[in-house]
T-cell receptor, first 112, second 113 residues
């Protein structure tokens, strides 16, 4: 069965600093990988996805992620944090059928 | 293009009652999935419908059911509500042939008292 581990339930960075949110996955088949962001009282917004091809994926709002098969990782980065990036971030892997299997989430706090 | 819409946004029910939640997918999307989000269990897959057929189901009791209509709109029903059913219920839609890429609605916040 597929699974996702997000290291760090809370991450705090200063405004302008590098954002690094960690995601490791387990999958017996080539995975599709996703990052979603959730703001308070809202649904999930798709940030970026990896399906096949280029392993460095660029998404919205300046985020990017790199698929590393040898490390079974798909970490999310952003060079410079902005206050508006404060939210909860979820990594997800393709599961059996058409479902997504989500990690537990990482709450990002951005300090001014 | 309009996003996924869910109604109602907030709902308060009493134990033992039943509830129906509605989801309208993005125009042209034929796949609709439902997820339950709680602080303790996180995001868990309930079921997926495609062309009015349930294609996949998660590990939830039979009290949780759903259906999809010919216009791709979907409803989920929870019967005999329990306190533990209090959660944010999220609907997601996807295009045929674009595996796993799903777009989420704002959710319905269900509180069971």
């Amino acid at each position: 069965a597929q699974s996702v581990t997000q290291l760090g339930s809370h991450v705090s960075v200063s405004e302008g600093a590098l954002v690094l949110l960690r995601c490791n996955y387990s999958s017996s088949v080539p995975p599709y990988l996703f990052w979603y962001v959730q703001y308070p009282n809202q649904g999930l917004q798709l940030l970026l996805k990896y399906t096949t091809g280029a392993t460095l994926v660029k998404g919205i709002n300046g985020f990017e992620a790199e698929f590393k098969k040898s490390e079974t990782s798909f970490h999310l980065t952003k060079p410079s944090a902005h206050m508006s990036d404060a939210a909860e971030y979820f990594c997800a892997v393709s599961g059996d059928g058409n479902k997504l299997v989500f990690g537990a989430g990482t709450i990002l706090r951005v300090k001014s | 293009k309009a996003g996924v819409t869910q109604t109602p946004r907030y709902l308060i029910k009493t134990r033992g009652q039943q509830v129906t939640l509605s989801c309208s997918p993005i125009s042209g999307h034929r796949s609709v999935s439902w997820y339950q989000q709680t602080p303790g269990q996180g995001l868990q897959f309930l079921f997926e419908y495609f062309s009015e057929t349930q294609r996949n189901k998660g590990n939830f009791p039979g009290r949780f059911s759903g259906r999809q209509f010919s216009n791709s709109r979907s409803e989920m029903n929870v019967s005999t509500l329990e306190l533990g059913d209090s959660a944010l219920y999220l609907c997601a839609s996807g295009r045929a042939g674009v595996s796993y890429e799903q777009y989420f609605g704002p959710g319905t916040r269900l509180t069971v008292t």
